[in-house]
């Protein structure tokens, strides 16, 4: 899937921590290039946001960034040092946001979204329904091992209690007829 490759290129994804949660978040206006939205990014983010009802610190960040504005030397007019300033606004949203926002757009590049976060949770459902399995077994595994070794204690108990006694009795018995026996004379000292 050519799409898939060239949207994870675009927008690629990092871990944010949104309302104490660490998950995985796209920048907004990355998505929005890679949507093939013509509609102006602010524009298009504000709409969006108001339309879904998206809460901040919850489905998105904002990152207000200080932009140096590009001086038009060609110009005669002189530009004082503070106009050079611009505050640009990033939005960092989370991945459920973005999934939610490509399924909105009715553009070729939002149906190739759409597919593309259908196929990732697929793969992440496999892996969880894999690690599910492996949890079982290995829980079954120690409740085995669990009731072999009680087992086994119990079986050691027993032996100690009961059968180690009958076993040093017929010891002894045994050791008492092997012995030689001397005559000995009480009445000869």
Known sequence: MNAVTQFEEATPFVEIEIGGEV????????????????????????????????????????????VERARDLSSTKKWSSKARDQI???????????????LMEKTPQGHEIRKYFIEQEKVARNAMYGIQLEINKAMLQIEHVKD?????????????????????????D????????????????
């Open 23 to 66: 998950q995985l978040g796209v920048d907004a206006r990355s998505l929005h290039k890679s949507l093939g939205s013509r509609q102006d990014f602010s524009t298009w983010i504000k709409r969006r946001i108001s339309q879904c009802q998206f809460k901040e610190n919850f489905d998105f960040v904002v990152l207000h960034q200080k």
């Open 148 to 172: 072999v070794l009680s087992n086994a204690g119990r079986t050691l108990c027993v032996m100690g209690k009961q059968v180690k006694p009958q076993l040093m009795q017929n010891l002894d």
């Open 174 to 189: 045994l050791i008492a007829k092997t012995q030689p026996r001397l005559p000995f004379d009480d009445d000869a000292a």
């Open 88 to 102: 640009r606004i990033e939005y960092i949203i989370t991945a459920d946001m973005a999934k939610h926002l490509g």
